[in-house]
């Protein structure tokens, strides 16, 4: 498929929006696959350690 124009590449034959809220999600849900398990891990480290630092003042 060949565009003229970079607005035509935008447009995609007029699935421009389908074609890139499906790219723009796709992204996010990456992001979030990434971004969430380091959240947790940092999390329950933080948790972890408190408990440890409860633990050892008893």
Request: hydrophobic share 45%.
């Amino acid at each position: 498929m060949s565009f003229d124009s970079f607005s035509e590449f935008l447009a995609m034959g007029n699935h421009g929006v389908y074609v890139w809220s499906s790219y723009g999600i796709s992204f996010v849900i990456l992001l979030l696959n990434v971004a969430l398990p380091i959240l947790a891990r940092q999390r329950y480290l933080k948790n972890e350690a408190r408990r440890l630092r409860r633990e050892a003042q008893q």
